[in-house]
């Protein structure tokens, strides 16, 4: 029996941003979900639990900090490793954003298109990602 490949929930805003982030997800042999905001976001996990979730911190509305929370709130999202890609990543720590599930922070100004993939590879269980 072959085991579909993981899904990975990207939540941005920038459209144009998140199209790259998507196209690395179908590079490293993954299924990409799209959402343009939190609510979108939480209406994609009511459909099916990604194996990673790549999130923007600041949107419109609802920002990441709240679906951090919402994800700590149940047992089978809580333990979805996140990767927050934000403008404002300096000024975050990994330290602090731990105990939400953010296993890794990139910074969009700096980061690189195979930063991705690479971040993939170690948090997707029983992935290689080449």
Same mark, same amino acid.
């Given at each position: 029996?072959t085991q579909?490949?993981?899904r =990975?929930?990207?939540?941005d $805003? $920038?459209q144009?941003f998140?199209?790259?982030q ?6 490293a042999g993954m299924?990409?979900v799209?959402? *343009? %905001?939190?609510?979108? @976001?939480?209406? *994609?996990?009511d459909?099916?639990l990604?194996?990673?979730? /790549?999130? %923007?911190?600041f949107?419109?509305?609802? +920002? !990441?900090?709240?679906?951090?929370h ?6 089978? &999202?809580?333990?979805?490793?996140? /990767?927050?890609c934000? +403008? +404002?990543?300096? %000024?975050? &720590?990994? &330290?602090?954003l731990?105990?939400? @599930?953010?296993?890794a922070?990139? $910074?969009?100004?700096t980061?690189r298109?195979s930063? =991705?993939? +690479? =971040?993939? @590879?170690?948090? /997707?269980? !029983?992935e290689? =990602?080449?």
């Open positions: 029996m579909s490949p993981p =990975v929930l990207v939540i $805003d $920038d144009w998140a199209e790259l998507l196209a690395a997800v179908r590079r299924v990409p799209y959402a *343009a %905001d939190v609510l979108a @976001g939480m209406a *994609a996990l459909e099916a990604p194996a990673v979730i /790549i999130l %923007d911190m949107m419109p509305g609802g +920002n !990441g900090l709240v679906l951090l919402e994800l700590q709130s149940y047992s089978d &999202t809580a333990r979805i490793p996140i /990767i927050i934000s +403008n +404002n990543a300096s %000024d975050m &720590t990994l &330290t602090d731990a105990p939400y @599930g953010v296993v922070l990139l $910074d969009k100004t980061m298109p930063d =991705v993939k +690479n =971040v993939l @590879g170690r948090y /997707i269980p !029983g290689v =990602v080449t």
